[in-house]
């Protein structure tokens, strides 16, 4: 484990993310973090289809939303 220097308006969003998504702040500096990395790996990937995958991965099921 090692420290990270960021910016500090950078460290403030992930302050304000991190109330929104009940995550710790640096749980949300590591998600955001992941999720950039598996974009760079996958530029064709969605957002939702990195989600989608890690869930996948982790072998959560997800329930699916009805038709309209």
Do not use: Y
Not at 36 to 53: C, H, Q, R, W, Y
Not at 58 to 67: I, N, Q, S
Request: with cysteine; aromatic share 4%; charged share 25%.
């Amino acid at each position: 484990m090692g420290l990270v220097k960021i910016d500090d308006a950078l460290h403030e969003e992930a302050r304000r993310a991190s109330t929104v998504m009940c995550r710790s702040i640096n749980a949300q500096a590591e998600f955001w973090m992941k999720i950039g990395m598996l974009a760079e790996a996958n530029p064709t990937l969605s957002f939702n289809d990195i989600v989608k995958g890690q869930l996948e991965s982790a072998d959560v099921r997800v329930a699916r939303a009805l038709a309209a």
